[in-house]
């Protein structure tokens, strides 16, 4: 497996349901980014979380940071049919000339209304 | 309004016929960078710049070519395109430093068929 790996692949839900997607890494890094990708467009920024922090929150979306497990996860509560896209992660590992974002492949997130 | 730019939206090409696909941002960015996207192998990084007059090969750079003249423009050559090439590319700037502290901020997307 990759640094940034999401899990699920795909998730379906109904609108008004919660959606949570994971994401793990294998190495070390300094911050881990997620980003939202909708059909065939450009990617999205939603939220930055250092290393150094546990849980950030950013409207209807709750990022969490467990550097001992090597995992993130991305949770977007009270989901709506507007946010049925691809979520990846992407992780910032390495220092210097040796720094580099890694992406993972990604959750395709199906809300039906 | 804040964008980057890519054009053309969609190209079909033959193999061998030179192309440039532009990429313009209009946030003063430093940093700016092409990345290809194919099902199943996610985004790849081809070639990135960190400032004017400065590039350096990503992880996919072979048969890519680029260009940072001016801070705005960051044009993706292909000088002889061959079908392994066909992708969907996009461009993305940050303000500063790479993409690490500041979000990257992408295009829409340039669909490229090589035939």
């Known amino acids: 497996s990759q640094q940034g790996e999401e899990d699920p692949q795909a998730l379906s839900i109904q609108e008004g349901e919660n959606a949570t997607m994971n994401c793990s890494y294998k190495t070390s890094i300094n911050n881990l980014q997620w980003y939202r990708q909708n059909s065939g467009r450009g990617l999205v920024h939603l939220i930055l979380?250092?290393?150094n922090e546990r849980e950030k929150h950013s409207g209807r979306l709750r990022v969490t940071l467990d550097t001992s497990k090597k995992s993130s996860s991305l949770l977007i509560t009270a989901s709506r049919a507007a946010d049925t896209a691809s979520y990846f992660c992407a992780t910032d590992a390495g220092a210097g000339n040796n720094r580099k974002l890694i992406w993972g492949l990604g959750t395709s997130l199906a809300v039906n209304p | 309004e804040a964008q980057v730019t890519q054009n053309p939206r969609y190209l079909i090409t033959v193999t061998g016929k030179k192309l440039t696909v532009t990429c313009s941002q209009n946030?003063?960015?430093?940093?700016m960078s092409w990345y290809r996207q194919d099902p199943g192998l996610g985004l790849r990084q081809i070639y990135y710049s960190m400032n004017v007059e400065v590039t350096d090969k990503g992880d996919v750079p072979e048969g890519y070519k680029v260009s940072r003249k001016e801070k705005r423009n960051f044009p993706l050559i292909l000088e002889s395109p061959s079908p392994n090439q066909t992708s969907l590319y996009f461009c993305?700037?940050?303000?500063?430093?790479?993409?690490?502290?500041?979000?990257?901020?992408f295009g829409n997307g340039t669909r490229l068929t090589v035939t």
């Open positions: 993305a700037s940050s303000l500063f430093g790479g993409p690490y502290n500041s979000p990257l901020h």
């Open positions: 979380i250092r290393s």
């Open positions: 946030m003063n960015h430093e940093y």
